[in-house]
């Protein structure tokens, strides 16, 4: 086996996400508006100015829930419970879902993807149907939030589908062990 380190600092994610995360931010928004108009959209970001309690307990929650579906999606997956623990970083107030033993890429990829479909990805279609505009702010604000996750999927796309996967011990990311034979694998 051949071990690949694809961690990152939080720089390099949190600008990554950015570049992921700023062009499909502004075309979705885009897409909604000339679907629906603006009005929709400045009815509901008055709505969240109204009631901030209403939209940072739906921001917490829904962080919360990303994390919750990370580790579901890898525990079902992977077929082992054991296999995620939640980690609180009280210095930064973060709470996270870290993988605790070696997984299949497949399993981890899946568990990199279900936070931003299920918060984001859906709701934002459900909300082109509707013209929610309060639907299309929230799942923004979730695609935002799996943009990282998104970072990393890009990073592993020449990984092989026989690779396994490690949590990185101190640093955003995971190690990948890829079987010895030919492979087109590299850290990009």
């Given at each position: 086996?051949?071990?690949?380190?694809?961690?990152?600092?939080?720089?390099?994610?949190?600008?990554?996400s950015?570049?992921?995360?700023?062009?499909?931010?502004?075309?979705l928004?885009?897409?909604f508006?000339?679907?629906?108009?603006?009005?929709r959209?400045?009815?509901?970001?008055?709505?969240?100015?109204?009631y901030?309690?209403?939209?940072?307990?739906?921001?917490?929650?829904?962080?919360?829930?990303?994390?919750?579906?990370?580790?579901l999606?890898?525990?079902?997956?992977?077929?082992?419970a054991?296999?995620?623990?939640?980690?609180?970083?009280?210095?930064?107030?973060a709470?996270s879902?870290?993988?605790?033993?070696?997984?299949?890429i497949?399993?981890?990829v899946?568990?990199?993807?279900?936070?931003g479909?299920?918060?984001?990805?859906?709701?934002?279609?459900?909300?082109?149907?509707?013209?929610?505009g309060?639907?299309?702010?929230?799942s923004l604000?979730f695609?935002?939030?799996?943009?990282?996750?998104?970072?990393?999927?890009w990073?592993?796309?020449?990984?092989?589908?026989?690779?396994?996967?490690?949590?990185?011990?101190?640093?955003?990311?995971?190690?990948?062990?890829?079987?010895?034979?030919?492979?087109?694998?590299?850290?990009?």
């Open positions: 086996m051949t071990k690949h380190d694809f961690s990152m600092s939080n720089l390099t994610i949190n600008l990554g950015l570049v992921i995360a700023l062009p499909l931010f502004m075309m928004m885009f897409i508006m000339a679907i629906w108009g603006d009005d959209l400045g009815y509901s970001l008055i709505l969240f100015a109204q901030p309690i209403l939209f940072f307990g739906v921001l917490i929650g829904g962080y919360l829930l990303h994390q919750v579906i990370h580790g999606t890898w525990q079902w997956l992977s077929g082992d054991d296999t995620v623990k939640y980690v609180i970083r009280w210095k930064s107030l709470i879902a870290e993988i605790t033993k070696t997984m299949d497949f399993p981890f899946m568990g990199l993807i279900m936070p479909l299920v918060l984001g990805v859906l709701p934002m279609m459900m909300s082109f149907i509707d013209g929610s309060a639907l299309l702010l929230i604000i695609v935002l939030a799996a943009s990282d996750d998104w970072f990393m999927l990073k592993l796309r020449n990984v092989e589908s026989d690779a396994i996967v490690e949590n990185h011990p101190t640093r955003t990311g995971v190690f990948v062990y890829q079987p010895t034979h030919p492979s087109t694998i590299h850290n990009q």
